[in-house]
């Protein structure tokens, strides 16, 4: 044992939102019974990126006595946690896992079609992690959240053979996409990026956090922007 800083979290404060447990890239922190806590000393390396995604500063970094951080316990709860069903005790929706996965390719152009075409869950960008099976040789769909409502072939034409993740970049609190989405790029094998806007101007801004994503990551990774009208047809270029 011993003293060193690590994280602390006011129970009292804590409103069991969960970001913070996406946050921890070492899966240092659970939701037990609504509220977030630190699983183990050694899981905690004390830099706090967790601290940036509490919406009501329920976190902080102490000096105290505490276990040595394990970078091979890490990995080994990392990988386990990959493989298995999350924890009981935490939230449902932020649970994270593939299903339906199909060997097909992505639409070459949007299309028509009636079926489900997700194959993963959760979709929010706040809430799915870092790394997750269903970015591994993903091809991916950063999609504003309006575009699922306006454009109606939506599964069949965009969404078909891609991971996904939504979100708005009006009303979100955007301050952490950036670095979320250059960590999936870094952290995982991806194989082209597709950005599904919506043509108001406000929405533009997911395509440019995407491509800012991108020339952090340092990858040479497709990407192309496609704008949708408000009448749920694609703007031609």
């Not at 939701?31 to 050694?42: C, E, H, T």
């Not at 809430?127 to 769909?141: C, G, T």
């Not at 956090?209 to 496609?226: N, V």
Request: glycine fraction near 8%; hydrophobic fraction near 45%; include cysteine.
């Amino acid at each position: 044992m011993i003293k060193r800083k690590i994280i602390e979290i006011d129970q009292e404060k804590c409103n069991g939102c969960g970001q913070c447990v996406t946050a921890c890239h070492e899966g240092a922190i659970e939701l037990v019974n609504g509220k977030a806590q630190l699983v183990n000393d050694i899981y905690c390396d004390g830099l706090g990126d967790c601290i940036g995604e509490c919406p009501v500063d329920a976190i902080k970094i102490i000096e105290r006595v505490a276990g040595a951080f394990d970078e091979a316990a890490v990995a080994a709860r990392v990988q386990a946690n990959a493989a298995a069903t999350p924890p009981a005790g935490g939230c449902p929706g932020m649970q994270s896992f593939a299903f339906n996965a199909k060997a097909s390719s992505p639409a070459a152009e949007p299309q028509s079609g009636g079926a489900s075409a997700l194959t993963q869950w959760p979709i929010q960008l706040h809430l799915v992690p870092v790394q997750a099976p269903f970015w591994h040789n993903a091809d991916i769909l950063i999609a504003a959240d309006c575009v699922a409502v306006a454009y109606p072939d939506l599964h069949a034409g965009l969404l078909k053979g891609r991971s996904i993740a939504l979100a708005c970049p009006k009303l979100d609190d955007t301050s952490a996409y950036v670095g979320k989405l250059t960590a999936i790029f870094k952290e995982n094998a991806v194989k082209s990026v597709v950005v599904a806007r919506m043509v108001v101007p406000c929405c533009s801004r997911l395509a440019g956090m995407a491509e800012a994503a991108l020339q952090a990551s340092g990858k040479k990774i497709p990407c192309k922007t496609i704008t949708i009208n408000l009448d749920g047809t694609i703007k031609e270029a």
